[in-house]
């Protein structure tokens, strides 16, 4: 695994659908994940400007955890791909519990069924627990871990990301990777403008 996340979030996310990622005693398998290019690559990357206190951790070592707050309410968690410095990433988007799920309907009580409870990047931070804390973590340690599938996990399809704004989030940068036919993968929907700007990410 390790060597795996060395390789760039592009390479990485097609490869990472159906993989069991662990956070305590919950685990969910991944149906649909973002790449985000690294600094001065992607228009739509926290990246994209270079290191600031926010996004320190993306330019450390694959298999890092970049945290983020996103709208002021939803934390989202990112595995960083790619050699020290790069700061490429795969924003994880959805995924099924696998493990722990009636402790995932107590965090998400809201959730009209067990398909909602880790659908899209904020729904999956409140399954697991994700906290700003947690920004910096390595998998492999504490209570973090990625277990990669054994074998087929179905059809990978690639489109455009979510929410995106400007070119970024159109079919020039079809860098969203789902599992076909999965309840659990979000509704791809455009950027929408809060408070006179646009959203990245």
Known sequence: MTRLLTRPALEVGPLLLGSVFRVGEVAVRLTEVEAYHGQGQDPGSHAHRGPTPRNAS???????????????????????????????????????VVDGL???????????????????????GSALAIGLDDDGSTLGTGRF???????????????????VSGRAGTDEFPWRF???GEPSVSAWRPAVRRGGGTSAR
């Open 58 to 96: 993306m330019f450390r070592e694959g298999g890092t955890l970049y945290v983020y707050l996103s709208y002021g309410i939803h934390r989202c968690v990112n595995i960083v791909c790619g050699p020290e410095g790069y700061a490429s990433g795969l924003l994880l988007r959805a995924g099924e």
């Open 102 to 124: 009636d402790v995932v309907r107590s965090r998400r009580a809201s959730a009209r069924n067990d398909a909602e409870l880790a659908k899209g990047p904020g729904r999956l």
């Open 145 to 163: 871990s990625l277990e990669l599938p054994t074998g087929p996990v179905g059809e990978v399809v690639a489109g455009p990301r979510v929410g």
């Open 178 to 180: 789902t599992l076909a």
